[in-house]
């Protein structure tokens, strides 16, 4: 099936700086979604990206959908401590299922005050 | 607040039992999926249903796991004689047609001992 692989893993930034994580696939997807998931808490879908090339923002977020539909970055701009939590990149299965979602395993963000 | 429900938030059971996990969508919304979250792992898509309707069960064990959204009341899934590998956090989201914008609910984490 469908792999999203995420980099880094985890990442520890002190307050203030700039977050660059990014996901890639073998596969090509049409839709690109961050979603970010605090402890104890469902994922909230911070941006959607529906077409090749396209950068779109939300506040200090600043995501794009990579030109061979294959990969995705996601930036987050002056972090404060309560950008710490998961982020997830997730897109729709191919081949007409676009309900399915694949997600890829995160990156943890920790921020230090 | 109008946003998806989940109860219980947390539940514990032993080998053997039955858990049972509840999902209010989102106002409006008629399209309810379900994912399962092991540790440090994404979410991966178990079923997707609509009212009175099982449209995809793909991502579902074939034994022991059921799901259903009668046309009355929560979405449902039901896990039967529960074993040790069933513990995880258990998502629901939900959707106004059957589309990648999904959101998502706070899960339900199941701990079987």
């Known amino acids: 099936g469908q792999q999203l692989n995420q980099s880094p893993q985890s990442m520890f930034i002190q307050e203030g700086e700039d977050v660059s994580m990014n996901c890639t696939s073998s596969?090509?997807?049409?839709?690109w979604l961050w979603y970010k998931q605090d402890p104890g808490e469902g994922p909230v879908l911070l941006i959607a990206?529906?077409?090749?090339?396209e950068l779109t923002s939300n506040g200090r977020l600043t995501a794009q959908f990579g030109i061979t539909r294959k990969d995705s970055f996601l930036n987050i701009s002056a972090s404060i401590p309560s950008d710490v939590g998961i982020y997830f990149c997730?897109?729709?299965?191919?081949?007409?299922?676009?309900?399915?979602?694949?997600f890829g395993k995160g990156t943890l963000l920790t921020v230090n005050p | 607040n109008a946003g998806v429900m989940q109860n219980p938030r947390h539940l514990v059971r032993r080998r053997g039992q039955e858990a049972r996990l509840r999902c209010s969508p989102m106002?409006?919304?008629?399209?309810v999926y379900w994912y399962r979250q092991l540790p440090e792992e994404g979410l991966k898509f178990m079923v997707y249903?609509?009212?009175?309707?099982?449209?995809?069960e793909s991502g579902m064990p074939k034994e022991r796991f059921s799901a259903e959204f009668p046309k009355e009341g929560p979405s449902i899934l039901r896990i039967q004689q529960v074993v040790r590998g069933d513990s995880a956090a258990y998502f629901c989201?939900?959707?106004?047609?059957?589309?990648?914008?999904?959101?998502f609910g706070p899960g339900t984490r199941l701990t079987v001992l």
């Open positions: 596969s090509i997807f049409n839709t």
């Open positions: 990206l529906y077409k090749a090339g």
């Open positions: 997730a897109g729709p299965n191919s081949g007409g299922s676009n309900y399915k979602l694949t």
């Open positions: 249903l609509q009212k009175e309707n099982i449209i995809d």
């Open positions: 989201a939900s959707s106004t047609i059957g589309t990648d914008t999904q959101y």
């Open positions: 106002k409006g919304h008629s399209h």
